[in-house]
């Protein structure tokens, strides 16, 4: 196969209304307890920092942050799963730390699921450290999941 035929062209863009529809396939297809259209509708609303990752121009990923002085909290990071451990997350990850550091942010932190194994892996591989723990932060079937707090310095 010729290289020229796996090129593709990504974007990494502000979240849009127009985008709601195939995030929310995304986060039903990707989780027990979906965020509803509501809330990202209100995140791009208020300000949080919504962004969407485009592959040819199809959405494949999208997170949402919260920047409070100079710190960055990742609330929702999710890769569409047929594009998943294929760099795509490492990518969305690689690029929000470029565009908080140019605000001036910091620290970058974030809570994970203990049993999303793979999302742990791809944040300790960029150097994030686990700070604590959230107990009972997660819904889940049987009651509660636990959250591990998660902490990344990007600017010294």
């Given at each position: 196969?010729?290289?020229?035929?796996?090129?593709?062209?990504?974007?990494?863009?502000?979240?849009?209304?127009?985008?709601?529809?195939?995030?929310?396939?995304?986060?039903?297809?990707?989780?027990?307890?979906?965020?509803?259209?509501?809330?990202?509708?209100?995140?791009?609303?208020?300000?949080?920092?919504?962004?969407?990752i485009?592959?040819?121009?199809?959405?494949?990923?999208?997170?949402?942050?919260?920047?409070?002085?100079?710190?960055?909290?990742?609330?929702?990071?999710?890769?569409k799963?047929?594009?998943?451990?294929?760099?795509?997350?490492?990518y969305?990850?690689?690029?929000?730390?470029?565009?908080?550091?140019?605000?001036?942010?910091?620290?970058?932190?974030?809570?994970?699921?203990?049993?999303?194994?793979?999302?742990?892996?791809?944040?300790?591989?960029e150097g994030?450290?686990e700070?604590?723990?959230?107990?009972?932060?997660?819904?889940?079937?049987?009651?509660?999941?636990?959250?591990?707090?998660?902490?990344?310095?990007?600017?010294?």
């Amino acid at each position: 196969m010729s290289s020229l035929q796996n090129i593709v062209t990504s974007k990494y863009i502000c979240m849009e209304e127009c985008h709601i529809s195939s995030i929310l396939e995304i986060e039903n297809q990707s989780y027990d307890y979906p965020w509803s259209e509501k809330i990202f509708q209100d995140c791009i609303n208020h300000n949080y920092l919504c962004r969407v990752i485009l592959i040819d121009n199809v959405l494949i990923g999208y997170v949402i942050s919260s920047i409070v002085q100079d710190e960055c909290h990742i609330m929702n990071l999710c890769i569409k799963d047929d594009h998943r451990r294929s760099g795509y997350g490492r990518y969305l990850l690689d690029e929000l730390h470029k565009e908080v550091i140019k605000i001036n942010c910091k620290l970058v932190f974030l809570e994970c699921r203990p049993s999303n194994r793979s999302a742990l892996k791809l944040y300790k591989s960029e150097g994030y450290n686990e700070i604590g723990i959230r107990k009972n932060y997660y819904p889940a079937p049987n009651g509660a999941e636990d959250a591990i707090m998660l902490a990344k310095n990007v600017k010294e």
